[in-house]
């Protein structure tokens, strides 16, 4: 088992909790997969505090079939999303929550302000803040920032309801 897919549930205890997060870990956290999966890795988890997130934005992307002809641009609620699950992979991660069964929520999107398109080619760097929770709780508020080669894209507070179904 690489670095990257430790978890702290089945770490040895020179290894530490979990710092990032590569696909296969990420898989094992999200129940996303194509053409929804909008992280590719996650640079840095300090916690359930924040992260770093990041999507390589291509053109074979379906969204932009229609997004626009001739002008492809990220959707806003795509890079919300993707701003999202940054914060899914990082409380995941921290709290060992990698069998597959958890299910995240949206519940509201507060305070979103979009600043410069994204679009294929861009590298989409995503630095989640959590603003309310901890192990246990079921509901969490997170902040996020997109930006693209230091420039702020987007920006949102969100609060999600994390669900663990049956397996």
């Known amino acids: 088992m690489t670095k990257d897919a430790t978890v702290q549930d089945n770490a040895a205890p020179d290894q530490g909790p979990v710092t990032e997060a590569d696909i296969q870990l990420i ?8 053409p929804f999966l909008l992280v590719d890795r ?14 390589n934005v291509t053109m074979n992307e379906p969204h932009f079939q229609g997004h626009f002809p001739g002008e ?13 699950q940054t914060a ?3 409380v995941g991660a921290s ?17 979103a302000k979009f600043r410069r398109k994204v679009v294929p080619g861009d590298r ?34 969100f609060m999600a309801m994390l669900d663990m179904k049956a397996v």
Request: glycine share 12%; hydrophobic share 50%.
């Open 27 to 34: 898989q094992r956290i999200l129940p996303h997969r194509y």
């Open 42 to 55: 996650v640079l840095r988890i300090d916690g359930i505090r924040s992260a770093q997130g990041i999507k």
């Open 72 to 84: 492809p641009i990220m959707p806003g609620v795509t890079i919300i999303e993707a701003m999202a």
């Open 88 to 90: 899914a992979v990082m």
């Open 95 to 111: 709290l060992g929550l990698t069998g597959g069964n958890l299910l995240i929520y949206f519940m509201s999107i507060d305070n």
């Open 124 to 157: 989409l760097v995503m630095d989640v803040t959590t603003l309310r929770g901890k192990p246990g709780a079921r509901v969490w508020r997170f902040r996020g920032v997109a930006s693209v080669e230091g420039e702020l894209a987007a920006e949102a507070e």
